[in-house]
Structures are given as C-alpha cells and as structure tokens.
C-alpha cells in the first residue's frame, strides 16, 4: 500500500537549520511530483513546496522562498526539506503528500517542527 513516512523534525532555536526527510513506498515514486504541506498550531494548512517527479521542476511559498531547499533521491524514494533561516512563524507540523491530478491523494503522518529559543 502506499505510505509516505516523515522523519526529521524537532527542536531548533531561529536561524538554526533542519532537513526533513519521506520516504515513500507502494508505488513508482519518480511517477509523482509530491508536496510539503505545514499546519501551524490553530491555523489550517499551508502549502510550502513541491518539486515534479523527475526533481527538474521545484516551486515555493512566498513564506519559504529562499530559505527552504526542496530536493528528491528517487534511487531512495526519499523527499527532503531543507530549511535554512529558521524563524518562529515556522512553527509547524510539516506533511508530505503525493500529488494526483489536482488533489493531494496519500500523506505521511506529520513531523512536528518547533522553532524557539
């Protein structure tokens, strides 16, 4: 079955870094261009970055731009998130989610970012 697992969240005090990681499973992953949504708490879903599934073509949220790195090894079916400059409006539950005509179809479990002093 399709899972997406999301791994490398936690603590960083602001201007610190972070690199999130999903690895996919249960289908052809370089078939899919996949998305990292966030939802800070008490607020809804953010959209921050997708990148097509042969890696060529990335976007980014105004929020991010220039900050965060969106990247993919699709020999390891892993996405990743590279978040440089972090800052407390960061503060997020960061989800990955395979993109499917216009819907997000599967996502991971959520990893929980927190930037603080």
């Known amino acids: 079955q399709v899972q997406l697992v999301e791994s490398g969240g936690g603590l960083v005090q602001p201007g610190g870094s972070l690199r999130l990681s999903c690895v996919a499973s249960?289908?052809?992953?370089?078939?899919?261009?996949i998305t990292w949504v966030r939802q800070a708490p008490g607020k809804g879903l953010e959209w921050v970055s997708h990148?097509?599934?042969?890696?060529?073509?990335?976007r980014y949220g105004d929020s991010v731009k220039g900050r965060f790195t969106i990247s993919r090894d699709n020999a390891k079916n892993t996405l990743y998130l590279q978040m440089n400059s972090l800052k407390p409006e960061d503060t997020a539950v960061y989800y990955c989610?395979?993109?499917?005509?216009?819907?997000?179809?599967?996502w991971g479990q959520g990893t929980q970012v927190t930037v603080s002093s």
């Open positions: 990148i097509n599934g042969g890696g060529s073509t990335t």
């Open positions: 249960g289908f052809t992953f370089s078939s899919y261009t």
């Open positions: 989610a395979r993109r499917a005509s216009y819907t997000y179809d599967y």
